[in-house]
C-alpha cells in the first residue's frame, strides 16, 4: 500500500524554538518522491520541497531543513528558530506510479510569541 | 492564467442537488488532480487525469461522483445527489506531467450541502 503517515496532529512551541515535524511513508515503488506542502490559514497549499527516493541527501533552506532516511522511510521537517509565520497546517505528500500523490493528514503548527 | 483557477470559490447546495466545481489548470500542464479535503483532515485523493483521460480515478468515493476533462485542460468535477457529506473544500491541481513533478493547487471550492 502507499501511505503517508504523520503521527503528530498537533505541536505548539514558542517562538524561537526548533520543532521537528515528523513523516513517514509505505510504498512499493523503488522510484517515488516526496514533499512537503504548507497550508496557512487562507487555506491554500503552498509547495516547500521535493525529493527523490534516489537522492537522501538532507536538504536546508533557510531556517527549514529536511532530512531523507529511506532505510526508517521517514523524510523530517525541522524549523529552526520558528517563528509566528510559521504556524499552519504541514502536510507529507508521496509521489508514485508516475504521478498518483498522496498526502498524510498533516500536523497543526501553532508558535506562540 | 497564472495559477490554477477553481470556480465557484463556494457553494451552498440542497441536499440531493447536483453540482458541477470548475477547475482550469496552470497553461501547459498535463496532469490535473481531484482531491477533498474535510475539516482537520489531509487532502484525499479523488482522480487524476494525465491529457484527457483519467489515469487513475480508484478515490472517487462512489458513483454519484463523475469528472472529466474533454480537451485535456478545463476539468469539471460533477457530483450527482448531493448528500450533507459531501460538504468539503474540493482542491484542484496541476502539474507538468513527467513522473514526480511537483503538484501546484488551486484555493479550492467550499461545497456545503444544506
Known amino acids: 500500500a502507499q501511505k503517508v503517515t504523520q503521527a503528530q496532529t498537533e505541536i505548539s512551541v514558542v517562538e524561537k524554538e526548533d520543532v521537528t515535524l515528523d513523516c513517514v511513508y509505505e510504498?512499493?515503488?523503488?522510484?517515488?518522491?516526496l514533499f512537503w506542502y504548507k497550508q496557512p490559514p487562507s487555506g491554500e497549499l503552498v509547495f516547500l520541497i521535493r525529493r527523490n527516493s534516489f537522492d537522501e541527501q538532507n536538504e536546508i533552506s533557510g531556517r527549514y531543513s529536511w532530512n531523507f532516511q529511506k532505510s526508517t522511510s521517514s523524510f523530517n521537517f525541522t524549523i529552526t528558530a520558528s517563528q509566528v509565520v510559521d504556524s499552519a497546517v504541514y502536510f507529507c505528500a508521496l509521489s508514485y506510479n508516475n504521478n498518483d500523490m498522496r498526502f498524510g493528514a498533516g500536523t497543526r503548527l501553532t508558535v506562540k510569541p | 492564467g497564472a495559477g490554477v483557477s477553481q470556480t465557484p470559490s463556494n457553494k451552498v447546495t440542497e441536499k440531493g442537488k447536483y453540482v458541477e466545481l470548475r477547475c482550469d489548470p496552470i497553461s501547459g500542464h498535463t496532469a490535473l488532480y481531484w482531491y477533498r479535503q474535510s475539516l482537520g483532515q489531509g487532502p484525499e485523493f479523488l482522480i487524476y487525469?494525465?491529457?484527457?483521460?483519467?489515469?487513475?480515478d480508484s478515490g472517487l468515493p462512489n458513483d454519484r461522483f463523475f469528472a472529466v476533462r474533454p480537451e485535456g485542460s478545463v476539468s469539471t468535477l460533477k457530483i450527482q445527489r448531493t448528500e450533507r457529506g459531501d460538504s468539503a473544500v474540493y482542491l484542484c491541481?496541476?502539474?507538468?506531467?513527467?513522473?514526480?513533478?511537483?503538484?501546484?493547487f488551486g484555493e479550492g471550492s467550499w461545497l456545503t450541502v444544506v
Open positions: 510504498t512499493r515503488d523503488t522510484t517515488y518522491y
Open positions: 487525469f494525465q491529457g484527457t483521460g483519467a489515469a487513475d
Open positions: 491541481a496541476s502539474s507538468p506531467g513527467d513522473s514526480g513533478n511537483t503538484i501546484y
